[in-house]
């Protein structure tokens, strides 16, 4: 059997099938950065295949790991990993990166659409110069009038080169679009090409086939050379693939040099297994349906030995996100931001290098450096709770160590009190940087406010001076961090002369039993200084002179230890980790530290969550990006890592909002929030038997029916980590009795991470509202591609939470319909294209309409000038169907922002609203005092936004509450 003449040769049997392409990225480890390069193995598929994404079968159960299985042909031994002679080797091993992709009209040539057609930018690049896309040419050879552009600067040197991405980057780091090839065969490429107008009148240039072993070494390649012009003309070229050649890259590449900058247009691209080229055909659109990793490679036997096949397994990112088990969150999280220069994990003590018999904290980053003890009124093993929840100390096993020092005995004496003394790698007993920038944390605990329990109106945290910062003689200079007597913690660095360079004291009470965390940076130029404690809130001070030293001899932790030998104001409480970088570090690096170790990163959005599990668990999918979230909105309480997977901290964020995580078709991590549900008001396509109508025929085995299993009258939410939780208030439980009356009481329990306990109970609320009554489900459907190829790309994109309509139209009953979001999409066929079938698992859309009111805005339709009182603007929020006189309301003393999100955004009050009829385009508003600066056309009036929030994408909300704005479901209507 053989394809049809003109289609990819491991392509279908039938032109009007699609082209199943089963790709491995050989040299990309499962968790590694490395970029994928995608290795064609579809000609080597054997009998059926199935490719089911993450999914489960009902919208409350948890998502299970999506799997793909297949059989490749295996009689040369290619897929044995102890072939050392295999073409693969050494690179059959568990967790290589798969993935499937479904060409909906395949034909010869076997590039991208989008690079084919020129409409796409996303996998070409260019070894100088810039890249971009233009419409409306003159028709091609290929007939086409759309182009990538290549803008070359005046005197680039000959060999300049543009192409696929591949060519002209690092193959080690940066993902190409390279074509699978067969070794020892024919293969050709062309393109359409012109110089636009403005540039060089002519340009030499070379197209080129370059061949790559599976290793992206560059064999030798393949060129034709041509004199291009501001007209229209075709290169082509061939050449055969070496015996080691896995891969393909077409480009082009200058033979002169440019001598004005210069504009090439490019398009047609073609590169097909042939030993001549033929014209060019557009290679139909390509979309990827599954990706994953391969898990094993069991390989069998068949017809008493003689036929090998190789049964692949390949599993989803949630599996390893399930297997893997998260430590304590510090130590991960601190790796992850800069590398510390040193770093101190005050529970585990060694032998003290320095002092006989003493102890000493080590260096986790493996340097000589240590913390030595000094003194004897420290004690390790004390606990790490603290007075509240909240307070705790975030995800570090304990022991801790105690400081149990008395501030009026110890004052200026060296024995007086205990403390830690830094010893470098080269011996000295000084951490900080002399240059460059630095930053220091420490978290501790203390119940002990200075000034109330002793002599002393300060405590120290950590010092570092100069020999003569306490006696006032000799160099003065100093910077230490303390508790002063209002419980706050401030910064203090003086110059040599004991002249105060900066100052900064923080706002928030430390002295009250929870853990804090201090987080001290000097900028790289020395002359700013930043304190973060707790929080994202920082404090500034700049200096008009650099504030780093070079004569700072002596450092302590715990105490201030100046002139070397007097130790005064020491530290009494918990300290569990000093950490310092040889750099300054970001805002966000900073309130990442202290928000994660004082309140377990409580505050977070959904997303920002997702992103801080996936970088605790140094997890990378291998896809096209590492993870993202979509409508999802909730704000999580603190939350505890150790111990949990990381599916599981993430189910639980997604929880807290009756969202789900799952993995998309383009093997993306994906949290989705409820609202995504609420906000899909059309569904993406209907399947039904009006074919005329575009519905999309299934087969006969639809079942509706009033499932009992998901029957919840009793809604049991446990609240962890919330700000104000309590031993009273973690159980957040609602029930209907009328519904246990009629259906017998059913429980539904939930743990979730909410920042309020209140949200629980919003929870509990919409879970009840949602189950307490039965609702009409469809256990799923499928749908027959082979039968019906020309529905292929409606439904190839279909992905996790979609909205679909089903509709049934029986003989002799009423007709039914059924909105429904997926929940599982499966994908399976075989190697002769014969069979090729999608089946759906399917859940319920809400039985009510949600609507959605959104800020009143409107844009205005000319400029004005500054001193006006009166604008006019298009439709408020869009939507002419309700009169704008009821929406923004007159003589009240209504305030709007008028350009927001410009530079000239100001407060205006609204005096009054011209009266319209519906269907009004353009409306007068009238303001109480002129306007103080100029507005261009299409600037925005719009209520005001707290905190700056942006006016959301136009499509994603509805404009105002009226029929365009419900988002799906049958009534009663219900709005939040």
């Known amino acids: 059997m053989t394809t049809p003449a003109g289609y990819a040769l491991d392509g279908p049997l039938i032109s009007s099938w699609p082209r199943v392409i089963l790709q491995i990225a050989w040299t990309a480890g499962g968790n590694s950065t490395a970029p994928n390069h995608w290795y064609t193995v579809s ?186 012009t501001t007209s229209w003309s075709r290169i082509t070229v061939s050449g055969a693939a070496q015996a080691t050649a896995a891969f393909a890259i077409v480009s082009l590449v200058t033979t002169a040099a440019t001598t004005a900058a210069t504009t090439v247009q490019v398009t047609g691209w073609q590169l097909e297994q042939a030993a001549a080229p033929t014209p060019w055909a557009d290679p139909g659109p390509f979309t990827s349906v599954w990706q994953g990793f391969v898990e094993r490679w069991p390989q069998k036997y068949e017809q008493n030995g003689k036929y090998g096949v190789v049964q692949v397994t390949a599993v989803d990112a949630l599996a390893p996100l399930s297997q893997l088990t998260l430590g ?153 961090c303390f508790i002063n007597s209002t419980g706050n913690v401030g910064v203090n660095v003086q110059n040599s002369t004991g002249s105060s360079l900066a100052t900064t004291n923080t706002q928030q009470f430390v002295c009250d039993g929870n853990w804090h965390c201090a987080v001290v940076s000097l900028s790289a130029d020395g002359k700013t200084l930043t304190v973060a404690v707790d929080s994202y809130i920082t404090w500034h001070n700049t200096a008009t002179s650099d504030m780093h030293s070079t004569t700072y001899d002596h450092d302590a932790i715990g105490t201030f230890l100046a002139d070397s030998n007097v130790n005064t104001q020491p530290f009494a409480g918990d300290l569990a980790w000093v950490a310092q970088w040889n750099a300054e570090l970001t805002q966000s690096q900073r309130g990442d530290l202290c928000l994660g170790f004082a309140n377990g990163w409580a505050g977070d959005n959904n997303g920002t969550r997702l992103n801080r599990v996936l970088t605790l668990a140094n997890f990378h999918s291998g896809a096209v990006y590492n993870s993202a979230y979509i409508a999802a909105e909730a704000i999580l309480g603190g939350t505890s890592f150790q111990g949990r997977s990381p599916l599981d901290v993430i189910q639980e964020c997604a929880d807290t909002e009756v969202g789900q995580f799952t993995v998309n078709r383009a093997g993306v991590p994906v949290l989705y929030g409820q609202l995504w549900r609420w906000i899909q008001s059309q569904p993406v396509v209907t399947f039904g038997e009006h074919t005329a109508a575009g519905e999309i025929p299934y087969l006969d085995d639809v079942e509706f029916e009033q499932d009992p299993a998901h029957l919840y009258n009793d809604i049991q939410i446990t609240c962890d980590g919330s700000v104000d939780l309590t031993n009273t208030n973690a159980l957040q439980e609602v029930s209907d009795a009328t519904s246990q009356a009629a259906y017998f009481p059913q429980s539904l329990q939930r743990t979730i991470t909410p920042n309020f306990v209140s949200n629980g109970m919003a929870v509990a609320q919409y879970l009840l509202s949602q189950y307490k009554d039965p609702h009409t489900r469809l256990q799923g459907l499928t749908i027959d591609l082979a039968a019906n190829p020309s529905v292929l790309t409606a439904l190839s994109t279909l992905n996790f939470g979609d909205m679909v309509r089903v509709n049934r139209r029986p003989a002799l009953a009423p007709s039914k319909t059924l909105d429904c979001f997926l929940e599982q999409v499966a994908w399976s066929g075989d190697d ?145």
Request: a neutral charge.
């Open 832 to 976: 002769t294209g014969a069979n090729l079938k999608l089946h759906l698992q399917m859940s319920p859309a809400s039985q009510y309409r949600y609507g959605v009111i959104s800020a009143a805005w409107a844009t205005l339709t000319a400029g004005v000038a500054a001193g006006v009182t009166t604008v006019t603007l298009g439709p408020v929020s869009g939507n002419a169907a309700i009169a704008a006189q009821y929406v923004i309301p007159s003589g009240t003393g209504y305030q709007m922002t008028l350009g927001y999100g410009t530079a000239n955004a100001e407060t205006v009050t609204i005096q009054s609203v011209q009266a319209v009829a519906v269907g009004y385009s353009t409306v007068q508003i009238t303001f109480t005092a002129a306007t103080t600066q100029p507005h261009s056309a299409g600037d925005y009036l719009c209520d005001i936004n707290p905190g700056n929030l942006a006016i959301p994408p136009v499509g994603r909300y509805p404009t105002c509450f009226d029929g365009s704005s419900q988002t799906g479901g049958t009534s009663p209507l219900v709005s939040f």
């Open 328 to 480: 304590y969150a510090m130590p991960a999280w601190v790796a992850s931001q800069i590398t510390p220069q040193y770093w101190f994990d005050l529970a585990s003590t060694t032998a003290s290098p320095d002092i006989s018999g003493g102890k000493a904290f080590p260096d986790l980053g493996g340097s000589a450096a240590v913390l030595d003890i000094v003194g004897s009124n420290i004690a390790t093993g004390t606990s790490i709770t603290s007075t509240s929840s909240v307070g705790t100390l975030w995800n570090t096993p304990g022991p801790v160590i105690t400081l149990s020092n008395s501030q009026a005995s110890s004052g200026g004496s060296a024995s007086g009190a205990s403390y830690l003394q830094p010893r470098t790698p080269s011996g000295g007993t000084v951490m900080l940087p002399t240059s460059g920038g630095w930053t220091r944390m420490i978290c501790f605990r203390t119940t002990v406010t200075p000034g109330t329990g002793g002599t002393y109106s300060a405590t120290s945290l950590w010092c570092a001076a100069g020999p003569g910062f306490y006696s006032g003689t000799g160099d003065k200079s100093g910077v230490y």
């Open 43 to 228: 000609s080597r598929l054997r009998g059926s295949w199935k490719a089911e994404l993450a999914g489960r079968q009902y919208e409350l159960d948890a998502v299970q790991s999506g799997q793909m299985s297949f059989s490749l042909d295996n009689v040369d031994g290619a897929f044995d990993p102890d072939n050392t002679s295999s073409f693969f080797y050494p690179y059959v091993v568990p967790y290589r990166r798969c993935r499937l992709v479904l060409q909906t009209s395949p034909t010869r040539n076997l590039l991208y659409q989008g690079i084919a057609t020129g409409t796409s930018t996303g996998a070409v690049a260019a070894s100088t110069g810039t890249i971009g896309m233009t419409t409306g040419l003159a028709a091609s050879p290929s007939g086409l009038t759309t182009a990538l552009t290549w803008a070359v600067p005046n005197g680039a040197a000959s060999g300049a080169a543009f192409g696929l991405a591949g060519a002209t980057q690092s193959w080690a780091t940066t993902a190409s679009w390279a074509v699978t090839v067969t070794p020892g065969a024919a293969y050709s490429a062309g393109v359409d090409i012109s110089l636009a107008a403005g540039g060089m009148s002519s340009l030499g240039v070379q197209q080129q086939i370059a061949f790559y072993d599976l290793n992206g070494n560059a064999l030798t390649s393949s060129s034709a050379s041509a004199t291009v």
